[in-house]
């Protein structure tokens, strides 16, 4: 991997503001014999954000007797898109059923996509917000995460089988949880940009879970990067803007408009 390319995986990860990023690149240039771990404690990661831009930087190798994912046992495939698949598998350490999320195709750009996109998803800790247990990776190097595995029908499905008034405004509670989910998430500084019946779930005890946060933006990264969706499980839906990025506002030059999940909106008419 050349320095250009590792620089670009570091600044695709979203771990240092812009201008950092652009000292770092200038830094690299100057003083080559640098090591990437001076490079970036200098540029003032530590800890775990320290480990992953070492995991960007430099070559590692991967040991099938190191990694996370054994122990998790197969059972089927639960929906499967272009890029990657979610997986029903067992945990034996808890006997549990859990849902693993992993990548059809390793390539370094969309591994960077995959991990922001099980990190958006673990910091929304929400009754209403599918859990992450756990970040991973296989034995060729390629990034899963484990989540809690989602039984029920989309509400979508629900209210297609609704006979009438009565029964749709029965769904009303499943619709003021969603409300409730997405308004936390977007106080954690997190736009959903997928909102629609078919990513909310409802479950036989009363549940109601949002999911699909692939498309997910984080107005709290320093870095506009494209986070649109690494592993789709559906149909991305309706065109968005291209690459994902927030088209210039009218009147400030330099700003971008706050973007909403608008899909809220519509659903209450659907109801």
Not at 18 to 37: G, V, Y
Not at 153 to 163: K, Q
Request: proline share 6%; net charge neutral.
């Amino acid at each position: 991997m050349t320095d250009e390319s590792r620089l670009d995986a570091l600044q695709a990860s979203g771990l240092l503001p812009r201008e950092t990023w652009e000292a770092l690149r200038a830094t690299r240039s100057d003083a080559p014999e640098k090591t990437w771990a001076e490079l970036l404690e200098g540029a003032g990661l530590s800890g775990a954000s320290l480990a992953e831009g070492l995991r960007l930087t430099e070559p590692q190798e991967h040991s099938p007797r190191q990694e996370l994912t054994e122990g998790y046992r197969y059972i089927e495939e639960l929906g499967a898109g272009a890029m990657g698949r979610v997986e029903l598998v067992e945990d034996p350490r808890l006997h549990r059923k859990v849902a693993r999320k992993t990548l059809l195709h390793h390539q370094p750009g969309l591994a960077v996509r995959f991990l922001r996109e099980a990190r958006v998803t673990a910091q929304l800790e929400h009754p209403g917000i599918v859990p992450v247990y756990e970040l991973g990776r296989m034995e060729d190097g390629s990034p899963y995460y484990v989540m809690r595995r989602v039984r029920g029908e989309t509400l979508g499905e629900v209210m297609a089988a609704c006979d009438g008034l009565d029964d749709r405004l029965a769904l009303l509670g499943h619709f003021l949880d969603t409300c409730q989910a997405v308004a936390y998430a977007h106080s954690r500084g997190v736009i959903h940009r997928d909102l629609k019946p078919d990513n909310v779930m409802v479950g036989g005890f009363g549940e109601t879970l949002v999911v699909d946060w692939g498309m997910a933006h984080s107005t709290h990264d320093a870095l506009e990067v494209d986070v649109t969706v690494s592993l789709p499980t559906r149909s991305a839906g309706r065109p968005r803007s291209r690459a994902g990025r927030p088209r210039p506002s009218r009147g400030r030059p330099g700003r971008s408009r706050r973007r909403r999940d608008t899909g809220s909106r519509a659903a209450p008419r659907t109801l």
